[in-house]
């Protein structure tokens, strides 16, 4: 089994900096890091940050500048993660990291981070 464990999220002013988080543990060969989702009430979720399969790495319009992802894989663990400066009010939400294995096609989400950008 994977585990996914997802940190980081809180509560920041407009300009303000966070950093999400998010670690698979367990049975993790052939996982991968696919990227980092945003949920708002009323819309579906949608890719802020993530790697293609050249390794490269895409962010949404509405992030780029601001967000940065990065990943490190270990023997015992994947980790991502998702620095986010200058959080304007409509970077709100909750955030998924996002895991797969292709072999066999496994989908491994994190619980779920609240960020939320308030003055």
């Known amino acids: 089994q994977v585990q996914l464990v997802e940190s980081g999220g809180g509560l920041v002013q407009p300009g303000g900096s966070l950093r999400l988080s998010c670690e698979a543990s367990?049975?993790?060969?052939?996982?991968?890091?696919v990227g980092w989702y945003r949920q708002v009430p009323g819309k579906q979720r949608e890719l802020v940050a993530g790697?293609?399969?050249?390794?490269?790495?895409?962010?949404a319009d509405s992030v780029k500048g601001r967000f940065t992802i990065s990943r490190d894989t270990g023997d015992n663990a994947i980790t991502s993660h998702l620095q986010m400066d200058s959080l304007l009010f409509e970077d709100t939400g909750i955030y998924y990291c996002?895991?797969?294995?292709?072999?066999?096609?496994?989908?491994?989400w994190g619980q779920g981070s609240q960020v939320t950008v308030s003055s």
């Open positions: 790697y293609l399969d050249t390794g490269e790495s895409n962010y």
């Open positions: 367990g049975d993790i060969a052939g996982v991968n890091v």
């Open positions: 996002y895991f797969q294995r292709r072999e066999p096609l496994r989908d491994y």
